[in-house]
């Protein structure tokens, strides 16, 4: 497994195309936080879960660049996104709740 290294110096996790990172669940406590320090220290592109419109909202005003739904499979929402993979995730929960 590859952790996610949040500088704490203000520089970028990288150089060029933003990396993503997948954060399961988006609105919950702790993933509220990581949206912030994705975005923020790291700054990568973020892609939350929310099953709610209001948790979408949430995760979005946080500073989420896409939401998805974890109540449907997630690949299909991304591949219509247009991305075809992630860097990194976040897994709240453990990802056999979402990809079984």
Same mark, same amino acid.
């Given at each position: 497994?590859?952790?996610? %290294?949040?500088? $704490? ?10 990396? %993503?990172?997948?954060? #399961? ?9 990581? $949206?912030? #320090?994705?975005?923020? #220290? ?19 005003? #946080?500073?989420?660049?896409?939401? $998805?739904?974890? %109540? ?29």
């Amino acid at each position: 497994f590859e952790s996610m %290294r949040v500088p $704490i110096d203000g520089s970028s996790c990288h150089s060029g195309t933003p990396k %993503r990172v997948l954060v #399961l669940p988006g609105a919950g406590g702790v993933g509220t936080w990581v $949206i912030q #320090l994705a975005k923020k #220290l790291g700054g990568l592109f973020v892609i939350a879960t929310a099953s709610r419109p209001e948790s979408a909202d949430k995760a979005t005003q #946080l500073g989420a660049d896409l939401v $998805i739904n974890h %109540r449907d499979p997630l690949v299909p929402q991304l591949e219509k996104a247009g991305i075809d993979g992630v860097d990194y995730i976040y897994d709240g929960y453990g990802l056999h709740a979402y990809a079984p």
